[in-house]
């Protein structure tokens, strides 16, 4: 031990004279900076700026949200001041991507399921408010790395796009706006409930940012004296103190301080040895935890989660775009249901208007009943109602995706245009037949939730360990140096030999020894050259008794980890019963649209013959107008059925979690707010009743994968 003490105080003195260089360097030059920033400031609050003229505001492009990465600090160099000042973010922006404007024609919208699809990307508000996750995930991390508690990261799903439906098979095809419903994520859902957490406790951590803290006062104070002893009776005394700390912790637990103090002093007292009195001290101090709070895993528990909590909105977004477009495919095909069955109803209104027209001619001959007349006048009304409420139907399904595909429908053009759907249905001949068990592996290793909930699970057993070292007692392990000095001009004379009063000194400091005045430099010389120094070592132990809140911390953390656990148990249970359920669903509807074919094949073939027949006279209109119903009966369950089959494929992918692979969707387009890729969703041919050249051409999606 007494060879290790010179060699640490040795050094101990060398990294307090370096440390004390750069503390008053760094001081000097931040006091420099705001000083000569005061005038400007005083300025600026006395004379108000006049306020600039606001410009009307114009629909801009959509901004790149991720962009910048947030998780980075603002560099001080250059411009020293820059991390204490504001960051500027580019505004919301409401306006729309100009890919709406390349699909319009005529005053409609010409739009395929592709184009849609790659308009939500860039549109959807939906994907914009979970777009801002991204950056505030990196926040997050950005604070942790100073070695500050998260704030937590929203994860929920926004689905506040009216029309889309729930899980994609919500309510029958065509028939209402559907609706969905916002998750509110956060304190509210998951494990939590509205309770808190375990989640990041722990043993304290330093502050990894180095943090400088000084004082800079002026006294001046002068005091009456009541005592017959005094010897002034006003004592005026003026001290002048500049005071600087400097804080840091580091991963291990460990702790750095550095204390650097200063006073002046002057005096009307006569029995004061030094007039002024310069008084300065320093201390360099190393604290070490050595049970709790020891090493990396308690003390960057919080970067950990919050690079966890990173990836978690990484998958999060993708869950989010994967939920929307879901909701904007099936949009689609209710409007391209709505689109077809006003067809239908048209088609059916004509049946009747010429059913109609011929009853009257033959009711003027005398070949057929007035009644029929009236009979073929009651199926025309009801096939207007029909056809008024197909076309209100297509009207709302219109308006629920231009609002989907829009940040803003507040375009007189677009609110007034009518979309036409450029894409139809196209049913494979024969249905892949793919293993349910391998459906149920791709779901469980490509399903957004399922890994967002084992990327949990890992945070928790991070705060597990933290939570349990918190247990232990507090021992801390210290050393430290420290060094004081004194200066300023000796005011009394020295006494005689032998005499001793209280106005004349009989001894003075070692630096007076030669001299009557010490200045600054020589004070702070006296910090290093161990004229008065203070060095030692010494531990610290803190044992809280019973310890019972931190044995229920424990406990609860380890009952939340299984929980948890139990939780991504019932998740996978819920996978599988939905990718089994949604291949069910697909078998079924296929074998709907199949049995919807027939009929239509069958009504189409008995209303050929029945009119064959009303030329020789074998039959009456009435039976025509019963075989048209028919007819427009089955052509509109056929169109619902093709429909259904869409959505059931829609949702066998979202429940495989494969919807945006197939689709051939990148979800760096979705981050960014721009296409360019446009995406390729399978099953899909274009339409071949639309105006040539009215919108750009659409070749058929090629097949996904059997997987």
């Not at 890919?99 to 184009?115: E, F, Q």
């Not at 994609?168 to 998750?183: D, M, N, Y």
């Not at 003027?364 to 009979?375: D, E, K, N």
Request: aromatic letters at 6%; a negative charge.
């Amino acid at each position: 031990m007494p060879f290790f003490l010179p060699r640490l105080t040795a050094a101990l003195s060398r990294s307090a004279r370096l440390l004390m260089t750069i503390v008053m360097t760094i001081t000097m030059t931040i006091t420099i900076l705001f000083c000569a920033q005061w005038p400007q400031s005083l300025h600026a609050q006395n004379v108000p700026a006049a306020p600039a003229p606001q410009p009307t505001p114009a629909a801009a492009p959509p901004q790149l949200v991720h962009l910048q990465d947030y998780s980075k600090p603002t560099s001080p160099f250059p411009r020293i001041l820059q991390p204490y000042r504001g960051q500027e973010l580019p505004p919301t922006s409401v306006g729309n991507s100009p890919r709406i404007d390349s699909l319009m024609r005529d005053g409609k919208l010409y739009l395929s399921i592709d184009d849609a699809i790659a308009l939500t990307l860039e549109n959807n508000l939906d994907i914009d408010i979970a777009r801002y996750n991204l950056n505030i995930a990196d926040t997050d991390y950005l604070r942790a790395k100073s070695g500050a508690n998260i704030l937590g990261v929203n994860a929920g799903i926004v689905q506040n796009t009216p029309g889309g439906g729930i899980g994609g098979l919500g309510g029958t095809v065509g028939s209402g706006t559907g609706g969905t419903t916002v998750a509110a994520s956060g304190a509210g859902t998951g494990t939590n409930g509205l309770v808190n957490s375990t989640l990041g406790l722990g043993s304290p951590i330093t502050s990894f940012d180095p943090i400088i803290t000084g004082t800079l006062q002026l006294d001046k104070n002068e005091t009456e004296s009541v005592s017959s002893l005094a010897p002034v009776p006003i004592l005026a005394q003026n001290t002048y103190t500049a005071d600087v700390a400097y804080v840091q912790g580091f991963q291990w637990g460990t702790a750095l301080s550095v204390g650097f103090n200063n006073t002046h002093v002057s005096t009307n007292s006569p029995t004061s040895l030094l007039t002024p009195d310069l008084s300065s001290n320093f201390q360099f101090k190393i604290t070490q935890n050595l049970l709790q709070g020891f090493g990396p895993g308690p003390n960057l528990r919080f970067i950990h989660i919050a690079r966890n909590n990173r990836e978690i909105s990484d998958v999060a977004f993708r869950l989010q775009v994967i939920t929307t477009v879901d909701q904007i495919e099936n949009i689609y095909w209710d409007l391209v249901y709505a689109y077809e069955n006003v067809r239908v109803q048209e088609e059916a209104l004509t049946y009747a208007q010429k059913a109609l027209d011929d009853s009257k001619r033959q009711a003027q001959v005398g070949t057929v009943p007035p009644i029929q007349v009236v009979s073929a006048q009651s199926t025309l009304s009801t096939d207007q109602q029909n056809l008024i409420v197909a076309q209100n139907n297509l009207q709302l399904q219109e308006l629920l995706l231009k609002n989907a595909l829009s940040r803003s429908i507040e375009d007189p053009v677009l609110a007034e245009a009518d979309v036409i759907p450029t894409s139809t249905m196209q049913i494979p001949q024969e249905e892949a037949v793919v293993p349910t068990q391998d459906l149920i592996n791709e779901a469980l290793a490509h399903r957004a939730e399922l890994v967002e909930s084992r990327i949990d699970l890992n945070s928790r057993d991070i705060s597990g360990k933290a939570v349990r070292n918190a247990m232990l007692p507090t021992l801390d392990a210290f050393a430290y140096y420290g060094g004081s000095g004194v200066g300023g001009d000796v005011a009394l004379p020295q006494c005689p030999t032998g005499t001793v009063s209280s106005r004349c000194y009989t001894t003075l400091p070692p630096p007076f020894r030669n001299t009557n005045s010490v200045g600054y430099g020589g004070t702070l010389n006296q910090l290093v050259n161990s004229t008065a120094p203070d060095k030692g070592v010494g531990l610290t132990l803190n044992i809280p008794l019973r310890n019972r809140a931190a044995q229920a911390n424990q406990v609860r953390a380890e009952l939340e980890y299984r929980q948890a656990q139990v939780r991504l148990h019932q998740l996978e249970n819920q996978v599988r019963i939905e990718v089994r359920n949604a291949q069910f669903d697909v078998k079924q509807n296929r074998a709907a649209v199949q049995a919807a074919q027939y009929a239509v094949d069958f009504a189409r073939q008995t209303l050929d013959a029945d009119q064959q027949k009303l030329k020789v006279g074998l039959t009456t209109q009435t039976a025509i107008l019963q075989d048209a119903s028919t007819l427009t009966t089955s052509e509109s369950n056929l169109v619902s059925a093709k429909a259904a089959y869409e959505k059931s494929r829609i949702e066998l992918d979202r429940a495989t979690g494969l919807l945006l692979d197939h689709s051939g969707i990148d979800v760096a387009d979705a981050t960014r707010g721009q296409v360019s890729h446009l995406p390729q969703v399978p099953y899909v041919a274009p339409r071949q009743d639309v105006t040539p050249g009215a919108a750009p051409p659409q070749t058929a999606s090629p097949q996904p994968p059997p997987s």
